[in-house]
């Protein structure tokens, strides 16, 4: 089983340990990719509309661009310890004991705009740039990575669960068999059912789910068996095609 996720845009602000190595990074074959980026990374952000381009809130700016233009330099630290949005605040990774951190280390994928996609032992700079904008230079990220990630990733092998947004599963298609998580609130209006999507509690749920995977040790092999081991866990879920559908209640 492999387990794709998002990166958050909440980040430990500085790391600890030695300066970017891509040699060192999981997937060395992005490394071409990864090296374009940085590039037109650092062009932008040497730029004056290098907020506008890189969709930064009037508050992050300096804080943003100073981290980005000290990308070569900069102390790392693993991936497992830079993100810290919601979906990282229920994955508990530190929660995990040693036989699951090493599940988590062998399954987990983390997709980003910077590096392309990453293992948690991963070591990387506090960065800032999301698969949805467009670097003058390379375009939309999500496009510029969809070649060199199907290079590096069509391979797999075992069920993929898909947890990532929509920008991040436009920069790859996960081959077959593939899983989408969805996450639905559920009321009951008039006596009938009615599910609506949810943000940020999807994002809550999907840690939670992968956590919980982990933890358990499950290994499904089809969306069948995910079905099985989600439900098993204690979550409300059923399968809708290619997707996983869980379903919170009011």
């Not at 969306?223 to 098993?232: F, H, M, Q, R, Y």
């Not at 979550?235 to 996983?244: K, M, Q, V």
Request: with cysteine; glycine share 8%; net charge neutral.
């Amino acid at each position: 089983m492999h387990i794709l996720l998002p990166p958050s845009e909440k980040k430990t602000p500085a790391g600890d340990g030695p300066p970017l190595d891509l040699a060192a990074l999981s997937f060395p074959e992005l490394n071409p990719t990864r090296e374009r980026v940085l590039a037109a990374l650092g062009e932008v952000c040497r730029s004056d509309d290098a907020p506008a381009v890189l969709g930064l809130p009037g508050g992050q700016i300096d804080e943003a661009l100073a981290r980005n233009r000290a990308l070569r330099t900069a102390p790392t630290l693993p991936v497992a310890r830079l993100y810290t949005g919601v979906l990282y605040a229920q994955l508990r990774l530190d929660a995990l004991d040693a036989a699951g951190a090493a599940r988590a280390a062998d399954q987990i994928i983390v997709f980003s705009g910077l590096w392309g996609a990453l293992r948690l032992t991963d070591r990387i700079p506090p960065y800032r740039l999301a698969m949805g904008v467009t670097l003058p230079a390379e375009g939309r990220l999500a496009a510029t990575w969809r070649p060199a990630l199907a290079a590096a990733l069509d391979g797999l092998d075992g069920l993929v669960v898909d947890m990532r947004s929509g920008p991040y599963a436009a920069a790859w298609k996960a081959p077959e068999p593939a899983v989408a998580v969805r996450v639905f609130r559920e009321r009951i209006l008039g006596g009938v059912p009615k599910r609506t999507v949810v943000s940020h509690m999807a994002k809550a749920t999907r840690g939670r789910i992968a956590h919980d995977l982990i933890a358990s040790g499950a290994d499904p092999r089809t969306p069948e068996e995910l079905l099985k081991a989600v439900t098993g866990l204690g979550h409300t879920a059923e399968l809708n095609g290619a997707n996983l559908d869980v379903v919170l209640a009011a």
